[in-house]
């Protein structure tokens, strides 16, 4: 199993349709909302636009939660990635969503290093909802 802990393994067909309206849920959210745009913003301040899979930090380089922890100045040793809960906590956000950024990060799309931060940063960036303000 990835450390998103996703599965195509579903007994309930109804299983993956609950877990997209979590996911949407925790998305749209305020919280959410700054976990995204956070998150690009921490991305575009990477010096190498490259993310590792699998691992916060590897050899001086990270994933996309990675990047978000070290732009918030989180100690990533004191973090395991299959523990959703903490995740969720340390970045305020539904562990869902921090299971998805995994996702994202380690298993959709394109696998090179820089394929994957341009990935990451089209979803993230996708996923923002212009405020009323930034509308006008």
Known sequence: MSRSGYSDDYDDPLEVGRWRAIIASASRGKRGQKFFRDLVTALDALPVKELVAGDLEKEGS?????????????????????????????????????????????????QDPASRWETVREWAAKEIVPTESELV
């Open 62 to 110: 990270v994933c996309a939660l990675g990047a978000l922890g070290k732009h918030r100045g989180v100690d990533l040793n004191e973090l395991d990635t299959t523990d959703w809960n903490q995740l969720g906590e340390t970045f305020n956000i539904a562990q869902q969503l921090a299971q998805e950024t995994m996702y994202m990060n380690d298993e959709y799309g394109r």
